[in-house]
């Protein structure tokens, strides 16, 4: 099974309730992109209009692979000048104005149009899943965002700057592997690195790097708020797909695994109403819930109030996720068996990852 050979294979829009105005502080557009992640298209169209990347909300991110269209705001920015930017890939489709920023909260969901390539049998039909966590909330191609936020949490603010910066991955380009391997060998020369343009993220820790040589908390700070604040996010997104899924192999007969980036996935066939714990420093655990997440918490080597951390902005006292999440509207072709072909489409609500119903349908 073969998925996003071709970016054309991997649509994805958001569903959003608007209220859209002919005045306001706020405009709002749709971002077409492909073959670019949210952060670096909005931080490319800053550069272009020379204003602050604070300036733009959105309500998710979506990553490089696929063609995604989403809802952003822009603060104080015409419409003429909007309309001026010429990106490679990138579309900007005007909606209106509105008085206040697009955020989270205004998300319902995202719609999927997906075609799957190289397959020898039908594709099964998947009404529900587990609500996990996939690579894309880990870092993506560089699986380690967890890793380097577990080290800010413990206070270890160059460990995590590590992470973030060296141990190249086998898949990356060679410019990216040699970038890598000359960070560490000019460790503390920070004048001396020279990065890939492409090495966005990189460059701003480096560059804050290059003017506070020790100060690797303000490094990380550095970074776009919403990279910023997924550190301490996606460890909580680790533990809480490695108790879900020993939840549900625990409770579950029949049950199937599917391989990730960090591990095991654990699938049942049947749905069931449940919240699962994302633990923070005031979370409240009961039943099996509290004997898992706190025997993790133990193999890890932190406890409820290692999530108070430091930086305020990366605490989180905890909150619940549901356990399982219904897949709305779905549809399949028929298999193209000369091919190896078929297409599916589905709506998920927000923070559900469509590459789960992948793995799920490929069961």
Not at 204 to 231: C, E, S, W, Y
Request: aromatic share 12%.
């Amino acid at each position: 099974m073969i998925i996003k050979e071709s970016p054309e294979d991997f649509r994805v829009e958001e569903v959003l309730d608007l209220e859209i105005k002919n005045k306001g502080n706020y405009a709002y557009f749709i971002l077409e992109k492909k073959a670019w992640t949210t952060l670096k298209a909005i931080s490319s169209i800053a550069r272009i209009l020379r204003v602050s990347e604070k300036r733009f909300t959105f309500a998710g991110q979506k990553d490089r692979q696929g063609i995604t269209r989403q809802y952003v705001s822009a603060y104080q920015i015409s419409v003429r000048s909007l309309y001026n930017i010429r990106l490679k890939d990138i579309k900007i489709e005007f909606l209106g104005y509105g008085d206040k920023p697009i955020h989270l909260g205004d998300l319902k969901g995202n719609k999927f149009e997906i075609v799957i390539r190289e397959l020898k049998r039908p594709l099964t039909i998947v009404h529900a899943i587990p609500n996990y966590y996939d690579d894309q909330r880990f870092g993506g191609f560089r699986p380690n965002m967890h890793l380097a936020g577990k080290q800010v949490l413990l206070g270890n603010y160059e460990e995590a700057v590590r992470i973030k910066l060296l141990n190249p991955y086998s898949h990356e380009t060679d410019d990216y592997i040699e970038a890598r391997e000359s960070m560490e060998e000019n460790w503390g020369n920070w004048g001396k690195i020279r990065l890939p343009n492409s090495m966005t993220i990189e460059k701003r820790i480096v560059g804050h790097l290059v003017n506070h040589p020790k100060d690797f908390k303000g490094a990380l700070k550095a970074l776009p708020r919403q990279l910023f604040t997924m550190l301490t996010h996606s460890y909580q997104s680790y533990i809480f797909n490695k108790s879900l899924s020993e939840y549900l192999k625990k409770n579950n007969q029949g049950f199937r695994e599917v391989n990730y980036s960090l591990g095991k996935l654990i699938f049942v066939n049947k749905y069931f109403k449940k919240d699962w714990p994302i633990v923070g420093y005031d979370s409240k655990l009961e039943g099996q819930a509290k004997e898992i997440i706190e025997r993790i918490m133990r193999e890890e080597g932190i406890w409820y109030d290692t999530f108070r951390c430091p930086i305020p902005a990366l605490s989180s006292e905890g909150l619940t996720r549901r356990a399982m999440v219904k897949v709305e509207d779905f549809k399949a072709s028929h298999l193209e068996r000369r091919k190896g072909v078929q297409d599916v489409s589905f709506f998920l609500p927000k923070g559900s990852y469509a590459t789960i119903v992948l793995k799920a349908m490929a069961l």
